[in-house]
């Protein structure tokens, strides 16, 4: 990066500057790893290698003040137990509201001198919250009663109460906390709940019984919000309010139209967006997915109409405040139908920019800009965020604590402690081989450091410790790869724990601060996702999303589909799409226009052999097959089924695609109609979808159901043969061809570099 200003000294040595930074250049994209040490940090995502350079040498230096001050903001100090209050077993008494919303503890346990954990709540943007208070439901052990103990509760890093416990002859015991409302802010809240307990004997104050001392918080205590909904004003940024609201979890009366023509565009448009609220429903999802000429059947409170512009009944068109242009923009206008209900209706005169409307409304960022009642979405205008999605595929699975919490991981006490890191990975994610893990943490250097030690857990699987010691106290790194006994498993949660052993400790006035660890927020993982398709319900969303995404999803829709077919793939793509995050691949074709040499996706059909032409066609790869009149499915190897049983139920079947290596598919048939509902009604039911099981599973007029593998393993375990090898390798084998041209191109240049300065030298000696 330095300059040669002295025109002399250039033109005398360009050459061998030039050719020296050709050879450097060659040789970093020749090796990239060559930049860094074996243990430097992974970069991050969105960032420069120059800025992760930097990162590196402010962890070196000394922390600044006001990193030493953000340390401090995330020690929880435990309450004096002399100091702490009686508990406050009296349920705070509010004005009346519309609405409540609860948030249940997970059991939980806290062990020994000092534990913590926490529990998140979410406020949602709309609301007009008025109070929250937490009701704690708990049982601590009989230890209690020598020990001077207390619980102290903090809200976003801030304590706001302090209990006294005791132990009342093994009952379980109430308390009430009192939230500050000037703690409280929209989105995720904290709670953290921190116990501390002084134990004693004849000589004073041991800790040899850290284990026997606990607090055990039930699954009955819940953090309570009293609100009243803000009116939205039709505003767009308000979606998915008031179209689904917490108050209606289950989405009841909420109703997703499309023209009775049906278009591609517009059903793509409409499952995105019913997977899109469908995170929002709880135990139940009584979301309708209809043609518009069927709305009259539902009376829906909330409707989301997506229609082209020419197919739009004229009483909508007669609505909307702004028609599209001819420019292929979309247009998402959020009014009041006839009969003042929520209405937000999605147009345009291009059929394609429908699932672009439908992908902004998910897209939050884009979303919160739009403060009005119209939107108008120009073509082309998410292709950006698909460009730099895809784009970031290479550099994509290296997180940095920063990155995931914002901040580092701080310990503080004595003994055992434990915090967990969530992976912002989706459901679906499975860790592929080469994960790696570089820690970098400093610890106080008061502690017994043949007992001291730092352990990472994979979920609850133990991956690598390391033992303190002294000399590394004020910058120690742990660096590891994930062992092979993890790797094709999946984990929502990295869990760090630190052993911070005491040589001594004695009956002393607990102080906050010692001892501790902090590990710091420039801690690097690296979790690459595994590419092989599972099919099997066991997985849920394999293969049909990837990354949270929908992955090259096909619809195949009968060329006259039903609300009934609508619907029931509507709650399928519900059911894959549980973290639906906007710019995935969904399309959508009749059968009629399906073509073989086109199949190179995922495919999702659903129907009857006589209704949907697709599903005759694919009907000998079913492991249950129709009988020739298509009233009912055949036996076969094994399970026999009886004539009229047979007619009466409903299959679920997942198969390899006969059109793609390395694709699945999945065929949801009945005989008619009733039987589509079957399978329709026990898709809307989130607790049922739990039961779904290997690749074939039969649903009978009673909801029961019989689960069926049919896809043997031996054949998964087969090597892969080279074709599919191409296809589940084709982005590395296009990166590697990219590269492997831009370094035959850098030694071409190389060349003639080489080849200009010979002949310059030439031309000096004569």
Known sequence: MTTLTDKHKKKTAAPRKISTAFLLLFIVITNPLAAY????????????????????????????????????????????????????????????????????????????????????????????????YAKIQYDVSQLIESAASSVTFSVNDVPVQSYKLEYKDGNSQILYVKIPMDQVHTGFNSLSVSAYARLFDEQG???????????????????????????????????????????????????IAVSDKAASGEVAAAMNLMADLSKHTGKRNDIELCRISDLKNYQPSETIL???????????????TKAPDSSGNAIVNFIDDSNAK????????????????????????????????????????????????????????????????????????????????????????????????????????????????????????????????????SGDELT?????????????????TFDLELPDLLCTPRQSDMPWAYVSRESAIFLPPAADITLSFDSRVSPFSRNGKFNDVLLILSDEPTSVELNLLGQTLAMYGEEAKPYGTILVKRAGEFNGKEGDYNIITAGTRNGNAFISQINNNLAFKFAQDGASFESNEQLVLS??????????QLLKSPYSLNRGMLVLTGSNDETLKNLLDYLRDSSKREELKKDCVIIDASQNITALKFI?????????????????????????????????????????ILLRMRSYRKKNEE
């Open 342 to 473: 929520p209405l937000l209706i999605i147009t345009s005169n291009d059929d394609s920019s429908l699932m672009e409307a439908a992908d902004m409304l998910m897209d939050e960022n884009r979303r919160k800009q739009e403060t009005g009642n119209l939107a108008v979405i120009e073509k082309g205008s998410g292709q950006l965020a698909v460009n730099a999605a895809k784009q970031s595929d290479m550099t994509a699975w290296n997180y940095t604590l920063e990155d995931i919490m914002g901040s580092g991981l701080s310990y503080v006490g004595p003994f055992h402690q434990e915090k967990y890191i969530y992976l912002p990975v989706s459901k679906d994610f499975v860790l592929a081989q080469g994960g790696k893990a570089v820690l970098k943490f400093r610890y106080s250097e008061n502690l017994d450091f043949k007992r001291s030690l730092i352990t990472v857990f994979w979920g609850d699987v133990p991956c690598a410790s390391k033992r303190l010691s002294q000399e590394k106290a």
């Open 37 to 132: 040490g074996s243990n430097a940090n992974v970069p991050e995502p969105g960032k420069t290698q120059e800025t992760t350079q930097e990162s590196v040498q402010q962890e070196s230096q000394p922390d600044t003040p006001e990193a030493q001050k953000e340390d401090q903001l995330n020690v929880l100090p435990a309450a004096d137990p002399d100091l702490a209050q009686i508990p406050d077993q009296n349920e705070p008494v509010y004005e009346p509201v519309s609405h409540t919303q609860d948030t249940f503890f997970y059991r939980k346990t806290l062990k020994g001198i000092y534990s913590s954990t926490d529990l998140y709540f979410y406020v949602e943007d709309y609301w007009d919250t008025k109070y929250v």
């Open 306 to 320: 997506i229609s082209d512009y020419n197919d739009l009944p004229s009483e909508y068109k007669d609505k909307i």
């Open 205 to 255: 104050c041991v800790d040899d019984y850290s284990d026997a001392n606990w607090l055990s918080i039930a699954d009955t205590s819940y953090i309570r919000c009293g609100y009243e909904s803000r009116d939205p004003e039709h505003r767009i940024s308000y979606y998915p309010y008031p179209f689904m609201a917490a108050y209606e979890p289950a989405g009841k009366g909420l109703v």
């Open 480 to 496: 590891f790869e994930m062992p092979g006994d993890v790797t094709g498993t999946s984990a929502s949660s990295l869990k760090i």
């Open 712 to 752: 043997k393993d031996e054949e998964g375990k087969e090597g892969p043969t080279l074709a599919e090898k191409l296809v589940r390798n084709r982005r590395s084998l296009v990166f590697t061809a990219i590269a492997t041209s831009a370094m035959f191109l850098m030694l071409l240049a190389v060349i003639i």
């Open 643 to 652: 004539r009229e049983y047979a007619g009466k139920i409903g299959i679920m």
